[in-house]
């Protein structure tokens, strides 16, 4: 049973996850362990998925995933009929004001919808990847140099699950830089992965890109791939000028991450949220969310 937090009712809540059955076989049983080194964790087998969600066979999905998983189309800008395929609903668009956020300057507000785990005064080469598995910045990224600008910073993780709208956005107004793609594994970034799999952020394909942030100094944002995922596609434009809230960009089919970094004494993540990191449990957010305070 993998339990979230609520802040809005301040309960847990069990999670249904896309797959659960799929998931734990893979990464809890003998067999499937040895498939998934094998085969899953392949770019291969994600990208023959991936293709099937961009034919129109795939469309019959839809319906029962929008059933199953109470997923709420009112917010969305397209009716279920109106998909061209599955990976069509899976990047879909949201309705404008759907996801409202703070105008406040100095309110941080989360980037993507997902499950937040939130920790202050990193250190670089002892990262919390789950509670029993660290990694490190200079091997997420691969650059010392970036790296180093984090020292002692805070670090956010959001775990978007299959069910969750699919795009990541700016957290503040200032401008963007070039995405650096890393090639790597497609193992899932679900909690019954990450406990199995040391290091699995920096196994699994990735992209980094700075922001310079007008309120919050430079960011680094990190967009994690997983099973299934073919694609991160970047949205924006980079050395481009952009607004809190605009699109960064999406990911195709699959779980995945976003995760942010930020200098020393720049942000206070909201005490329910730190909380929460600490008891082990991921607390859940949704886009344009206020999740802390710049620090003056």
Not at 165 to 181: E, M, N, Q
Not at 215 to 235: H, M, P, R, S, W
Not at 238 to 246: C, L, N, T
Not at 249 to 259: A, Q, R, Y
């Amino acid at each position: 049973m993998l339990l979230v937090y609520n802040r809005k009712t301040k309960q847990y809540e069990e999670e249904n996850i896309a797959g659960k059955k799929y998931l734990v076989w893979c990464y809890e049983s003998p067999k499937g362990k040895k498939l998934t080194e094998l085969i899953f964790k392949k770019k291969l087998c994600s990208k023959v998925y991936g293709a099937f969600c961009d034919t129109k066979f795939s469309r019959k999905k839809i319906k029962h995933f929008i059933r199953d998983f109470d997923i709420d189309m009112n917010v969305c800008k397209k009716k279920p009929k109106e998909f061209s395929n599955f990976n069509d609903f899976f990047t879909r668009k949201l309705k404008p004001n759907a996801r409202p956020f703070s105008k406040n300057e100095k309110d941080l507000i989360s980037p993507a919808d997902g499950r937040a785990l939130a920790y202050e005064n990193i250190e670089l080469d002892n990262l919390v990847q789950i509670k029993g598995f660290t990694y490190s910045l200079r091997e997420l990224i691969n650059n010392d140099e970036v790296a180093k600008k984090f020292e002692n910073g805070t670090c956010i993780i959001f775990r978007l699950s299959p069910i969750d709208y699919h795009r990541y956005h700016f957290i503040d107004s200032g401008v963007t830089a070039k995405s650096t793609f890393i090639p790597g594994r497609y193992y899932s970034v679900n909690p019954i992965a990450l406990k199995n799999i040391p290091k699995l952020f920096c196994e699994n394909k990735r992209e980094w890109s700075l922001f310079e942030s007008d309120n919050f100094k430079d960011i680094l944002y990190v967009e994690v791939g997983a099973t299934c995922v073919g694609t991160i596609v970047q949205t924006y434009e980079p050395g481009s000028r952009v607004s809190k809230g605009d699109e960064k960009g999406f990911f195709k089919f699959g779980g995945s991450t976003v995760v942010l970094f930020f200098e020393k004494d720049t942000v206070k993540i909201d005490s329910d949220i730190l909380d929460q990191t600490n008891l082990g449990y991921e607390t859940r957010v949704s886009m344009g969310e206020t999740i802390g305070r710049k620090v003056d």
